[in-house]
């Protein structure tokens, strides 16, 4: 195809689809018309800016534990292998839980595994401070930081649903 590609005037886009296979020319965007534009319903703008919300709240809420453990760690004593466990914990939720949240996305409502991980998320944020404090304080290592990094893993599970439920 590529001596009949080279041949063709670079300038027309509908002799360059003519001349591709069909699977190739299918895959060619075409745009987006100004009447499709148009034809957008009125009640996905606030749909979008919901999904924008959460979006950056998942993000924010990833990223508060970094500043959050400045204090926490002076209050408790958290060493620095400590302060990096804690803050890895919300990674190993979300790694655990993408792949079957990405699953039950597919089969089953999307609104409900997005409110069910907003939930649940919003739980284990404000749970967060409450679990650091079972520790008892300075010198808290092994289990007993065990409520706390569930706490933030359960955090990180629960923000798994963010992606695949916009899908």
Do not use: H
């Not at 745009?31 to 919300?53: K, N, S, V, W, Y």
């Not at 302060?83 to 939720?93: D, P």
């Not at 599970?157 to 439920?165: D, F, G, I, K, Q």
């Amino acid at each position: 195809y590529a001596s009949e590609i080279a041949t063709i005037d670079e300038g027309n886009d509908e002799d360059l689809r003519d001349a591709l296979p069909t699977t190739l020319a299918d895959d060619i965007p075409s745009g987006i018309t100004e009447q499709q534009q148009a034809d957008i319903p009125a009640e996905f703008l606030p749909i979008l800016a919901l999904c924008f919300l959460v979006t950056l709240l998942s993000a924010l809420d990833r990223v508060a534990m970094s500043i959050a453990i400045l204090p926490l760690s002076a209050e408790f004593g958290y060493s620095e292998t400590v302060k990096g466990q804690i803050s890895s914990a919300v990674s190993y939720g979300y790694g655990a839980a993408i792949l079957p949240i990405g699953l039950a996305a597919s089969v089953a409502s999307p609104r409900l595994l997005m409110l069910g991980g907003v939930g649940l998320w919003s739980l284990a944020t404000l749970g967060t401070p409450w679990t650091a404090g079972l520790g008892g304080g300075v010198g808290m290592e092994g289990m007993m930081l065990m409520p706390l990094m569930s706490m933030r893993a359960a955090m990180g599970a629960a923000e798994a649903v963010v992606l695949p439920t916009m899908q």
